[in-house]
C-alpha cells in the first residue's frame, strides 16, 4: 500500500458505510486522510474507491500504531464506529498511540453522556475529545452532511478548516458550527433524530388519509408529493416519498412500496429523546406519538388478529365510504401537515432550550436550525424559516407564538380541524397531527382545565392549590366540605 510521502492532516477509523463516506468526502474536500479499521479488507476496500472516485489522497492502515503515527500533530481521529462498547475499545487502541494534545472525535449516534465520561477520562490522558452528530445518511457523508460537534473548543479549532469545507453548502454557509461544550453535539443530534421520527410520522399519515380516506392510486400520491415539494413543504423527506411512490415491484406486479411490511424498525435516538422531553417536563406529545406509532407497528401479528376480531363484529378497515373531494382534501392535508410539522419543531427546539439551560450550554436554536437547511435529513426550506424566527427573537418562548408562524397557523387551522375530523370519523389514526393540533390548541388557550385537576390533587392529597386572584399557598377541606353540603 502506498505510504504518504508527509503526514496526512486527520485520520478515521471504522470503515461501515459512513466512515468510508466521509473519509472520501474528506480527501475530496483536499485533505489527505489516513483511514484504518479492524476489518482490513475494509482499508483496501476504502483506499480502492479512493482511487476509482477520482485518485483522492486517502491512506490506508493495516494496524493501529502505523495509522495513528501517520497522522500530522496534533493529531486528529475521527471514529465512525457503533455507539456503546465499540467506541470505548477503538478509544483504547488508538489512545494508546497518541500524544498531549491530540484529539479523538466520535462520529457517531451516541448517548451524550457517554461522551461527556469519554471526555473527562481523556482529559487525563491530557487527551481531547469531541461528539459530533453527523447526518445525512451515506449520500450526506459523501457529498456534504450536517454536522454538529460539540465538546473541546481547542479541539474544534484544530479542524474548523476541514468541516467548513466537508460539510454540505446552502445560501446561508456550510452546515457547520460549533454546537457548546460537554455533549451537546451528541444531544442536538438526538433531538434532530427526534425531529427526523415526527416529521416521517406525519407524512406517513398525510399518505394514509390521502390513500385510505381520499383513495388515491401511487401515481397520484407521487404527483402530489412532487406538486408539494415545490413548495412551502420542500425537502428531503417529501422529496424521497415522491420517488418511493414511483417505484415498481421489482418481484411482481404493482409498486414495492405496497410489498413493504408495515413493521417500523428504529435504533434508539428517537426513545432517548423522548425520555428526555419526560426528565426535562418538555411536552413533545407529536415526537412522543411517532415513536408509540412504532411500537405499535412493530404489533404486527396481534393488529392481524385484532382486525379479524373487529371484523367479526362488523367494523371494517375504513369506517365511512363517504365521498371526498379530491383536490379539496389534497389541499387540506398539505396545511395539516405543514401546521404539524411547526408543533413538532417547537417540541424540539424547546426540548434543546430546556436541556441548555440545564446543562449551560448555551445554544443557539436559530443556528441550529441554519445547519439543518442542507445536509442532513431533516433539511428543508422550511427550516429557513425557523432560522429567521430566532433571529427576529433569540428568546421566542415557542416557535408557535412567532408573528409568522402564528400567521401560517391561523391560516392552516381550519384544514387541519378538517383533516384530523375526517381521519377521526374514518377510523385513521393520525396520532402526529391530532397530537400537533392538541398542542398548539392547549398552548394557546390562557385557561385550561387544570384548575380541576389541582382542586383534586389538593382533595386527596392536601398538595395545596394557588389562586387566581390571592397569592399564596392554599389548601381546602374539600371532602368536608362536602360533607357538609350533603346534609
Ligand atoms: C471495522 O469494520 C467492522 C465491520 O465493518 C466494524 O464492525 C468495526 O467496528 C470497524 N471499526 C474499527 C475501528 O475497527
Not at 493495516?62 to 495513528?68: G, Q, Y
Request: glycine share 10%; with cysteine; net charge neutral.
Amino acid at each position: 500500500m502506498a505510504a504518504p510521502s508527509k503526514p496526512t492532516r486527520i485520520g478515521l477509523a471504522g470503515l461501515a458505510v459512513m466512515g468510508q463516506n466521509l473519509a472520501l468526502n474528506i480527501a475530496e474536500k483536499g485533505f489527505p486522510i489516513s483511514v484504518y479499521n479492524r476489518t482490513t479488507s475494509k482499508v483496501d476496500e476504502t483506499v480502492e474507491r479512493a482511487k476509482r472516485e477520482g485518485d483522492l489522497p486517502v491512506f490506508g492502515f493495516h494496524d493501529p500504531e502505523s495509522f495513528v503515527h501517520s497522522v500530522q500533530k496534533p493529531r486528529v481521529i475521527i471514529m465512525l464506529v457503533k455507539a456503546g462498547a465499540p467506541v470505548d475499545q477503538t478509544i483504547k487502541t488508538l489512545s494508546a498511540y497518541m500524544e498531549k494534545g491530540d484529539c479523538i472525535i466520535d462520529g457517531g449516534n451516541e448517548w451524550y453522556e457517554n461522551t461527556e465520561r469519554r471526555a473527562k477520562a481523556m482529559a487525563e490522558l491530557g487527551l481531547l475529545y469531541l461528539g459530533m452528530g453527523v447526518s445525512g445518511g451515506e449520500e450526506g457523508a459523501r457529498h456534504g452532511p450536517s454536522l454538529m460537534p460539540g465538546g473541546s473548543v481547542e479541539a474544534y479549532k484544530y479542524i474548523e478548516d476541514i468541516l467548513l469545507k466537508v460539510a454540505a453548502q446552502v445560501d446561508s454557509g456550510p452546515c457547520v458550527t460549533y454546537i457548546g461544550e460537554g455533549g451537546s453535539g451528541n444531544f442536538v443530534k438526538m433531538v434532530h433524530n427526534g425531529i427526523e421520527y415526527g416529521d416521517m410520522q406525519l407524512i406517513a399519515e398525510a399518505y394514509d388519509v390521502l390513500k385510505s380516506v381520499g383513495k388515491l392510486s401511487n401515481e397520484e400520491l407521487q404527483s402530489v408529493f412532487s406538486e408539494w415539494n415545490k413548495g412551502e413543504l420542500l425537502s428531503f423527506l417529501i422529496e424521497i416519498t415522491a420517488d418511493i411512490f414511483g417505484i415498481k415491484d421489482d418481484k411482481g406486479e404493482g409498486y414495492l412500496v405496497d410489498k413493504v411490511l408495515d413493521k417500523t424498525g428504529m435504533k434508539g435516538t428517537g426513545k432517548w429523546t423522548v425520555q428526555q422531553a419526560a426528565d426535562l417536563s418538555v411536552a413533545a406529545p407529536t415526537i412522543a406519538s411517532s415513536l408509540d406509532a412504532r411500537f405499535l407497528s412493530g404489533l404486527k401479528e396481534e393488529r392481524v388478529e385484532a382486525a379479524k376480531v373487529f371484523k367479526s363484529g362488523g367494523f371494517g378497515d375504513i369506517l365511512t365510504d363517504q365521498a371526498v373531494d379530491k383536490k379539496k382534501l389534497i389541499d387540506d392535508v398539505r396545511q395539516a401537515l405543514y401546521a404539524s410539522k411547526i408543533c413538532s419543531y417547537a417540541q424540539g427546539m424547546n426540548l434543546i432550550r430546556a436541556k441548555s439551560a440545564e446543562k449551560g450550554w448555551g445554544l443557539k436554536l436559530g443556528e441550529l436550525a441554519r445547519i439543518w437547511k442542507g445536509g442532513c435529513i431533516i433539511r428543508a426550506i422550511f427550516l429557513d424559516r425557523i432560522k429567521k424566527a430566532y433571529d427576529r427573537n433569540a428568546d421566542l418562548a415557542n416557535l408557535l407564538v412567532d408573528p409568522e408562524f402564528a400567521k401560517e397557523i391561523i391560516e392552516r387551522q381550519s384544514a387541519w380541524r378538517r383533516v384530523v375530523c375526517l381521519a377521526i370519523n374514518s377510523g385513521i389514526s393520525t396520532p402526529g397531527m391530532s397530537s400537533s393540533l392538541a398542542y398548539f390548541d392547549t398552548y394557546r388557550r390562557s385557561r385550561l382545565p387544570a384548575n380541576l385537576v389541582q382542586a383534586q390533587r389538593d382533595y386527596f392529597g392536601a398538595h395545596t392549590y394557588e389562586r387566581t386572584d390571592v397569592e399564596g399557598a392554599f389548601h381546602t377541606e374539600w371532602f368536608k366540605l362536602a360533607k357538609q353540603s350533603k346534609i
